[in-house]
């Protein structure tokens, strides 16, 4: 039986681990960011020596016979184990993981991991699972004080992964989180539909999984073996202007990013995508988690957002910022965008601005659809022509964000500049509409939402929460249109 201790440092070689059993080597790696880097936080890195010397080191020697060669460059940590690494990989291998390369990536199967916990005593099991997230926080959980619960000044821990990670490691960690009565706040899966819900062709979407806890629950429980960990946990928590609790996923109400207007992603189909996953859309994280399975997830929240679907998923992209050939060219890929779907009109920003102010909802250009619920939300199109006027004064700049209040910054540059006119081609189809600063350009995509309808399926019968979007085709467009115009 895997005694505490080896639980703390099975969770560690899981965060950040490598055994390459047929060739005896093992190693971790860690990745502790400025909070972690001997230049920049000196403190922090005086610290981490110090828990690598008398707490890992040790550990690995008593409980397998290891010794642990400790390595720093800047950022990134390193630690070799030497010796017989066969008890060590039979205590992973117990707990589910392969022992042929990265750890975190090995895990196929969720159960393997869940049930060796759920299997244990009753009585021991909280203790055991909390060692073994110990040794997760250890190694991945980040100290950095930007991690910040998006409504309010309290403090997060991030645990992070690569994009490489398992998701079925990830989905199993959550729910290890749940078995000791902590809630996780957020699970950020690598996901287009997550990192990139507006932007179609985001190509940087691949960020990895990250899961958030609140910091409270991470200090209440002692998850973390490390001093230096637990030292700036504390300094954290003091910092903390509001506290936070997360809510059980059952009761958590739907947010307003989560009922945003989306786009389906160009990326849906990517290889990065786990394959019983791969080709569908996801209005939401919680709308992933259930489709893997998560039987805690709302599910009138989902049947919520599922009503309103039509309304919320945009068939292109909803805006996407680029040069004007990198755009045109984007357009036209789509077979059934055609130029002649166009006409050119000259946009007054003052204009747009007083629409906004009265209804940031309220579409404009809706020329195919007489209809108060379909054409190009007023709000995105304005926050569009900002990123373009940002870029066209200042092309060195990569971030298409604009920093600040998008509003402010677009009446100020009216203040400054007097009547800003923006160039368009308003579509005749419900196609996106693009609009153009200098030379850059913006794609701004349509809300139709009795067209879309149609475009919605749910083709999986084993599995009721896989949705498929398709594009329309180049006749359904042009009846389209044609219909409502009558």
Sequence with gaps: MICPEKYYLCGLMAACGELYQGRGEAKLSFDFGDWGDIEKSPGNAVSLTRDFISTLGPKFLEFYKLNLDVQESSSNWYAKLSGDLSVLATDLQTLG?????????????????????????????????????????????????????????????????????????????CQLFREIGIMVDQLCWNHPNYWSGTDAYYPNWSKGIKLRIVLGDVLNNSLFRFGSKGQSFETNAIEESASSSASPCEAKTLSSK?????????????????????????????????????????????????????????????????????????????????????????????????????????????????????????????????????????????????????????????????????????????????????????????????????????PDSSNKYLMKVRKPTRQELLAYAWYQQG
Excluded at 323 to 337: A, K, P, S, W
């Design 97 to 173: 993981f392969s022992c042929n390369g990265k750890l975190f990536s090995s895990l196929t199967d969720r159960n393997s991991l869940l049930s060796a916990f759920l299997g244990l005593n009753s009585m021991a099991r909280p203790g055991l699972i909390k060692e073994f997230l110990s040794g997760i926080i250890d190694g991945r959980g980040s100290a950095n004080r930007n991690h910040r619960k998006f409504n309010a000044k309290a403090q997060m821990v991030a645990i992070q992964f690569p994009a490489n990670v398992s998701w079925e490691f990830m989905f199993a960690l």
């Design 258 to 458: 989560e009922v945003d207007f989306k786009a389906v992603s160009a990326f849906e189909s990517d290889p990065r995508i786990p394959e019983n996953l791969r080709g569908y859309h996801f209005m939401c994280g919680r709308h992933i988690c259930a489709a893997l399975g998560c039987p805690r997830v709302s599910e009138e929240a989902l049947q919520t957002l599922f009503t309103k679907a039509s309304e919320l998923i945009c068939p292109y992209s909803v805006k996407t910022i680029g040069t004007i050939d990198e755009l045109q060219g984007m357009l036209f890929r789509e077979g059934e965008i055609h130029s002649d779907d166009f006409q050119k009109r000259t946009i007054a920003l003052s204009r747009l601005l007083l629409a906004n102010r009265d209804d940031s909802l309220r579409p404009v250009f809706n020329e195919f659809e007489f209809s108060t619920l379909s054409g190009y939300p007023v709000s995105k199109l304005l926050d569009a022509i900002a990123s373009l006027l940002q870029k066209s004064d200042d092309p060195s700049k990569k971030s298409n964000r604009v920093k600040g209040n998008c509003m402010e910054y677009l009446n100020s540059s009216l203040h400054h500049h007097g009547e800003i006119l923006i160039e368009a081609l308003v579509p005749r189809v419900p196609v996106p509409l693009f609009v153009s600063v200098g030379g850059y350009a913006g794609l701004i995509g349509p809300r139709v939402p009795s067209l879309v309808k149609g475009l919605i399926s749910f």
